[in-house]
């Protein structure tokens, strides 16, 4: 059977160097993004190193729920899908709403990649031993853990709240791990660690994006994060084409793989069932993978 991989935001950063990595590693690969130029320049690159699967670009804008809904129309109707690598992620320096009005970090981070492997499920399911691939970040770690709404109470902080979402996105990983057991649709998150890339240029440059206290060590924060973000997007994805090819997860489900390429213990806020039902609840009331 021919193997098929999507790839969010597959066009540049970590998630091109992801899909290079998977049509590497023999998959049909689609990329997912908004520009068409930089869709057509992906698709060139991928295709000159690795022409037996020829590779395409999909155009959607991920920060809307309806231009989801119609990518995952378009995936579904070519068949059983191998590997969706949910790659997508941003991280905005003010607050801003999506085009469903929803905030846009937690549609950006969260609602798109839930909503789409929700609805790419059948096709996932008809493609297995299948693989979902979250993007997570090591930005969970400063993140409200309260999701009984879409934004955190406190004023917009565009760093932890980012985290935050990207934490909605890892307890649902690990939770649709466990609903998906033994169906041979297998869940892992993968983290990056950083790479110098889109998101990461220009984003920690002012001190507002994180929270007033960490705001008094701002040189420091930002050093660290200056240095966490040098490296090449090319070794920041190796973490999920190993999640999404590795032989040695086969059988398994609900792993995180670390920057260092290997299994690490999830994040233990990730893993409380009382989020991931928090989680589970705000994601369906807003993004329902059923009509209307
Ligand atoms: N970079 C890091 O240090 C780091 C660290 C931890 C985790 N991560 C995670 O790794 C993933 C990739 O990050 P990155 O740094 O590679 O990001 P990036 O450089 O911003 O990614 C660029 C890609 O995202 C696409 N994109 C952005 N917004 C989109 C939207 N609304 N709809 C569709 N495509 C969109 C762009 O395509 P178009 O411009 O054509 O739309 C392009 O293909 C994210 O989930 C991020 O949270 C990154």
Do not use: Q
């Not at 579904?76 to 469903?100: E, H, K, Q, W, Y």
Request: proline share 7%; no cysteine.
């Amino acid at each position: 059977m021919r193997r098929t991989a999507v790839v969010t935001a597959g066009t540049g950063g970590i998630g091109l160097e992801t899909a290079l990595g998977l049509a590497a590693a023999g998959l049909a690969v689609t990329v997912v993004g908004r520009d068409a130029e930089r869709g057509a320049r992906a698709v060139e690159r991928i295709n000159a190193t690795a022409p037996a699967h020829p590779a395409r670009f999909l155009a959607a804008d991920l920060a809307s729920l309806d231009a989801v809904r119609a990518l995952a129309d378009r995936i579904t109707a070519d068949g059983p899908l191998t590997v969706l690598v949910n790659n997508v992620g941003a991280m905005f320096p003010d607050r801003r709403d999506s085009v469903d009005g929803i905030e846009a970090t937690f549609a950006v981070n969260h609602l798109s990649p839930y909503l789409l492997t929700e609805l790419l499920l059948p096709a996932l399911r008809a493609g297995a031993p299948s693989r979902v691939v979250n993007v997570t970040s090591g930005a969970t770690a400063l993140a409200k853990r309260v999701f009984d709404a879409v934004e955190p109470p406190g004023g917009y902080y565009g760093f932890h709240w980012y985290g935050r979402a990207k934490l909605a996105n890892l307890a649902y990983a690990l939770d649709l791990a466990a609903r998906l057991d033994d169906t041979g649709v297998s869940v892992f998150a993968a983290d990056p660690g950083g790479a110098a890339t889109g998101m990461t240029d220009g984003t920690m440059r002012d001190p507002s994006i994180v929270s007033p206290g960490l705001r008094l060590l701002w040189p420091l924060v930002r050093r660290k994060f200056e240095r966490s973000t040098s490296g090449p997007a090319s070794v920041a994805a190796r973490s999920s084409v190993f999640a999404a090819t590795d032989d040695s997860l086969a059988g398994r489900t609900g792993v995180v793989i670390g920057p260092g390429v290997r299994p690490v213990a999830a994040y233990r806020p990730a893993a409380d069932p009382r989020v991931a039902e928090a989680v589970r609840r705000l994601s369906e009331r807003l993004a329902p993978a059923v009509a209307g």
